[in-house]
């Protein structure tokens, strides 16, 4: 969740940025909503509702470690806290978690949740399972802005950002899912110094890998993205190394550096063409950021080398940008700029009212070949969740931008059905 307003933010319509805002939609109870919040945050809403500043600090440590570390979303399960607080807390607050509207699973053990956000916008994340990891899919955005023309998602119009709540509750939402949290005795959180119990690894765990690849261009929606993984990669709660966390990004070359700065993960970039016009077709926004501009973007991005290669992503599309001459100009173009990288061939998933086709087994396996003789790694990624609309390029929701008066009604009517109740 979100406890101030924040400031509009530039989001690139078919000619010029246009404002979207961030909405944030408050709880009809009044409370306030943890999820999502830092240590530092939920000392300062503590701090707001009264708490004096020393305990605060304290509360907020113990309360932070049992949100994120344990899972836990009731505060009478907070059993270091005295009775009378836990009280205090539940009157005020509130560990929310996205609505479920819809589970499925794949035969091929995927798994993709339908949410709803408390002001009734759909959004989807996908688990993908397999040997030596467990990958969890996550949006940033209802709809999105860029209309890639070979993704499901791109046939949507942006609806607006997620929070930083949203997005940490779909981590969260995937621990509950899988049973993943802590068991057991809680170790002394009163004690500033006993730190130790409230760390652990993703070592023997399903999930141990996110990629901010779902719903949504994660550069657009920078500050919520960057303040969740904050929250996602520290070592009293969820503790997920920044080395098992990748952003994947179409191309926002102003925000690439400071994401390299501010968060520091892995850095996935959805090239998808090897020419201006295959590019501009495929991926509009390269109307606005060049390949070569994108590229050069790529070798400055802080932290990249050849222990942390940048992954670029190519949809594999029949006669689009499949041939020989595409491969080797890739191959050309990565090399120019010296780039750690490394190549996934996605085969496309096609999805209803695409015109565009996979490419062919063999042809894909041309392509990879040329790439990996000029020196960089492309693995084929195996389609998965295909038959669930799980697969890279096929997330959609329901979910539509709806104007002001249809917003409010919708909350009239809701809150009509409440009284009722």
């Known amino acids: 969740m979100q406890t101030a307003a924040s400031p509009l933010m530039p989001i690139p319509g078919p000619i010029d940025p246009v404002p979207v805002p961030r909405a944030v939609t408050p709880r009809e109870d009044g409370r306030t909503d943890l999820m999502g919040l830092s240590r530092q945050q939920i000392k300062g809403v503590f701090e707001e509702a ?3 500043v020393k305990a605060a600090k304290l509360r907020s440590k113990q309360v932070f470690h049992w949100l994120y570390h344990r899972g836990v979303t009731d505060f009478e399960a907070m059993t270091d806290l005295a009775k009378p607080m836990r ?3 539940a009157e005020r607050f509130v560990v929310g978690r996205p609505e ?3 589970a499925q699973v794949s035969s091929d053990g995927t798994r993709k949740w339908l949410l709803r956000s408390d002001d009734g916008q759909d959004y989807e994340m996908v688990f993908i399972p397999d040997a030596d990891r467990g990958t969890l899919c996550v949006s940033s955005q209802v709809g999105c802005t860029l209309n890639c023309s070979f993704c499901h998602t791109g046939t949507m119009r942006l609806v607006r950002n997620l929070t930083p709540g949203e997005i940490v509750g779909q981590v969260m939402l995937a621990r509950d899912a899988l049973g993943e949290w802590p068991r057991g005795n809680m170790a002394s959180a009163n004690d500033d110094e006993s730190d130790e119990a409230s760390h652990y690894t993703s070592d023997g765990r399903m999930l141990t890998n996110i990629v901010m690849m779902g719903m949504g261009e994660p550069l657009y929606n920078f500050d919520h993205v960057r303040d969740a993984l904050k929250v996602v990669m520290d070592g009293d709660g969820l503790a997920l190394s920044k080395r098992r966390i990748t952003l994947s990004t179409s191309g926002v070359i102003p925000m690439m550096a400071r994401a390299g700065e501010e968060i520091g993960v892995n850095l996935a970039v959805s090239l998808h063409g ?3 016009e295959v590019r501009d077709e495929l991926v509009p926004l390269n109307k606005k950021f060049g390949i070569d501009e994108l590229l050069a973007a790529c070798a400055a991005y802080p932290g990249a080398n050849n222990a942390r290669r940048i992954t670029f992503e190519y949809v594999m599309i029949r006669d ?6 595409d491969a080797r ?3 050309r173009l990565l090399r120019h700029y010296k780039l750690p990288a490394k190549v996934n061939l996605i085969p496309f998933n096609p999805w209803p009212g ?3 086709e996979c490419s062919t087994p063999e042809r894909i396996k041309r392509f990879s070949d040329i790439v990996f003789e000029g020196g960089i790694s492309a693995p084929v990624r195996t389609p998965r969740g295909r038959d669930i609309m799980a697969a890279c390029g096929q997330l959609k929701s329901a979910s539509e931008k709806k104007s002001k008066a249809e917003l409010r009604r ?6 009509a059905a409440l009284g009722s109740a």
């Open 354 to 356: 695409t015109d565009y």
């Open 100 to 102: 479920v509207v819809e």
């Open 410 to 415: 919708l909350a009239e009517e809701k809150q």
């Open 50 to 52: 009264g708490l004096d």
């Open 329 to 331: 100009e890739l191959v």
């Open 87 to 89: 009280g205090w807390m």
């Open 274 to 276: 090897v020419t201006k």
């Open 320 to 325: 689009k940008n499949d041939s020989d001459a």
